[in-house]
């Protein structure tokens, strides 16, 4: 099992920059890839970054790509999403996830998710 929680959500001006991070529970961190998601009020909620198990590779939504850096420490059980050139479309609650696949089964976490807010 894993346990997210996410944090360094905040109010900051289009231009700003922000750094979210996410620190997860268990000694089975780095078996997980790890991505971001976001949902903005009455929108779905949409994939914004993902690395994996290694951090060696990212892929970034079109909307986020040049702006947006995600990047981990599996030593110590955390992954950041780095956010510069702030839009006011970016404002959303930003969530973490993990992910596993193994044996055919695809294995989901989530945290409780960040508020982000960018003023225009």
């Known amino acids: 099992q894993v346990q997210l929680v996410e944090s360094g959500g905040g109010l900051v001006q289009a231009g700003g920059s922000l750094r979210l991070s996410c620190a997860a529970s268990?000694?089975?961190?780095?078996?997980?890839?790890m991505g971001w998601f976001r949902q903005a009020p009455g929108k779905e909620r949409e994939f914004v970054a993902h690395?994996?198990?290694?951090?060696?590779?990212?892929y970034y939504a079109d909307s986020v790509k040049g702006r947006f850096t995600t990047s981990r420490d599996n030593a110590l059980n955390t992954v950041s999403l780095q956010m510069n050139s702030l839009k006011p479309e970016d404002t959303a609650v930003y969530y973490c996830?993990?992910?596993?696949?193994?044996?055919?089964?695809?294995?989901?976490?989530w945290g409780q998710g960040t508020q982000v807010t960018v003023s225009s």
């Open positions: 690395i994996d198990r290694s951090g060696g590779t990212t």
């Open positions: 268990g000694r089975t961190f780095s078996h997980y890839d």
């Open positions: 996830n993990a992910v596993r696949s193994r044996f055919g089964r695809t294995t989901n976490y």
